[in-house]
């Protein structure tokens, strides 16, 4: 499996922009990029996608480098509720594939 | 969106019993669904995947004999712990694939297991 690399966690202020960054140098041509984040004792929850172009949702953005070998999930405006586990995973696309889930970043959001 | 539930939400159980944990999709039909595993601290560990009407595929160093799982339908799949012990506690989580929404995985609440 494609390996994923994290900071183990970051900090952010309430209100304020999160820009988390993932890397991913040995990508493959086929490897979806999916973010996923797990709030305390809870079960992990999708937050987004993307293979090449950025991609935006309700919840999220996320920025993927023109190589692919790196990207980076931004939460427009942290709140409290954001602080949680966030998992940067590889995917092969169309397959029922598993997730191999890393270490995540623990994010930390402060008043 | 899709919603995927676990009972019970959380178990204590004596040495020596077993413990069936059950985990549903709610509205969308699962052909394939996964059990995860997590300790205290520790991120999740995938311990087996289950298909619909087949034999679930475990990961190495998985007992299959102590975790049955049962996929009897496309929207129900069960873990069985049998004759837990104290190191079998731990975060049970599982997720539902999604065919209707590319394949995409969605997270039960897990299951907390003690047991003592």
């Avoid at chain 1, 809870?42 to 996320?62: C, D, F, K, W």
């Avoid at chain 2, 549903?24 to 560990?45: E, G």
């Amino acid at each position: 499996d494609a390996k994923t690399t994290q900071p183990n966690s970051m900090e952010s202020n309430e209100e304020e922009p999160v820009h988390l960054p993932c890397n991913h140098s040995t990508i493959s041509g086929t490897d979806y990029i999916h973010w996923y984040r797990q709030l305390p004792s809870q079960g992990p929850e999708y937050v987004i996608h993307g293979l090449t172009s950025n991609v935006n949702n309700r919840m999220a953005s996320l920025a993927i480098a023109e190589d692919r070998k790196s990207s980076t999930l931004i939460l427009h405006r942290a709140t409290l509720r954001d602080a949680a586990v966030y998992y940067c995973i590889l995917r092969p696309h169309g397959t029922a594939s598993k997730l191999t889930f890393g270490t995540g970043t623990r994010l930390q959001v402060t008043l | 969106g899709a919603v995927v539930s676990q009972h019970p939400s959380w178990v204590i159980c004596k040495s020596g019993t077993s413990v069936k944990i059950e985990c549903r999709s709610l509205d969308f039909q699962a052909t394939t669904m996964f059990w995860y595993r997590q300790f205290p601290k520790q991120s999740l560990m995938l311990m087996a995947t289950s298909n619909e009407g087949s034999k679930a595929t475990y990961e190495q160093g998985v007992e299959k004999d102590k975790f049955l799982i049962n996929h009897a339908s496309l929207t129900l799949s069960t873990l069985t712990v049998t004759s837990a012990h104290p190191e079998d506690s731990s975060f049970y989580i599982c997720s539902a694939q999604d065919r209707g929404r590319s394949n995409e995985q969605y997270f039960g609440p897990g299951t907390r297991l003690t047991v003592t």
